[in-house]
């Protein structure tokens, strides 16, 4: 067995104390193209955005005339009015999502210690660095398909940014197997990767699940799901090849999602950080650029 079938997580995991205090970092990330840091998140910040996101559910709830479930209190009412808003109108429910990655709940959190460590990783200044978004608040339904991801690496969604970082966090419960976590395959960011698209999941064609720029599977690298605890901080590298996992569990999952871009290096002067190639807007903005 060779030695890329044989990593551990606990290898590129780290307690949050002085971490950045020697070099094992960066060459930690460089090496396995990801690391987890335990304990990054303050509880406040976690917190802040649990309330922020009954706020928002309840709102929507009450404005299609839904149920607010007045008698459940934290994280119970959350799931329920998750859970239905999700069941009964999909897109009210995204609209709720939406809302939520929005607020100053999610920018706190995208400016939190996550930005300079980010900065640190892509060796680039802080306060150059430019978020895709304020981050993204992800709900994971249990026993539901339909925002699950095959392994894809992000460098094929985004092909034009050059120097980037994803950041990934569980909110509210732990993630691990069966929960649905994350899998990643460490090492395989030094290579690059084929992929096909299609619309749908499990290679079934469906145009209500995301398009997926599928990798095809090889026993090469390690599959490692990640295990982490809401205020861990999982950064992986553009290139990574990862996937979501089916959520076995009967609890609703949450994350907070965000990608970290230093510029500097782009094949485009779009500020657009979803910019596609071939698109009508590439087209409009597209210059030849000096190198």
Do not use: C
Request: charged share 25%; proline share 3%; aromatic share 12%.
């Amino acid at each position: 067995m060779s030695d890329k079938n044989k990593i551990k997580q606990n290898e590129f995991t780290f307690e949050y104390l002085s971490f950045f205090d020697h070099k094992t970092a960066l060459e930690t990330y460089n090496n396995f193209g990801v690391i987890v840091l335990k304990g990054l998140l303050e509880n406040s910040l976690i917190n802040e955005l649990m309330i922020v996101a009954i706020h928002f559910y309840k709102e929507i709830q009450q404005k299609i005339g839904g149920n607010t479930f007045d008698t459940s209190t934290g994280l119970e009412r959350l799931d329920q009015l998750v859970i239905s808003l999700e069941s009964n109108d999909r897109k009210a429910a995204l609209q709720a999502q939406k809302l939520i990655s929005q607020s100053k709940a999610v920018l706190n959190i995208s400016n939190s210690l996550i930005v300079d460590i980010a900065s640190k990783l892509l060796k680039a200044n802080s306060s150059s660095l430019v978020f895709e978004s304020f981050g993204s608040f992800v709900p994971n339904i249990p026993s539901n398909t339909s925002r699950l991801y095959t392994y894809h690496s992000e460098a094929h969604w985004l092909p034009y940014r050059k120097n980037f970082i994803n950041v990934w966090a569980p909110m509210f419960r732990e993630k691990s197997i069966k929960k649905g976590t994350m899998f990643v395959k460490p090492l395989s960011h030094k290579e690059n990767h084929d992929f096909y698209e299609y619309q749908g999941y499990d290679g079934n064609d469906n145009n209500s699940f995301y398009t997926q720029y599928e990798v095809p599977e090889n026993n090469i690298y390690s599959e490692i799901p990640i295990t982490a605890e809401p205020g861990d901080v999982v950064f992986f590298n553009r290139n990574l090849l990862h996937r979501s996992e089916f959520n076995e569990s009967k609890k609703v999952g949450y994350l907070f999602v965000n990608r970290y871009f230093d510029t500097n290096k782009d094949l485009t002067i779009s500020a657009n950080m979803n910019i596609r190639p071939y698109s009508k807007e590439a087209i409009e903005i597209g210059r030849r650029l000096k190198r």
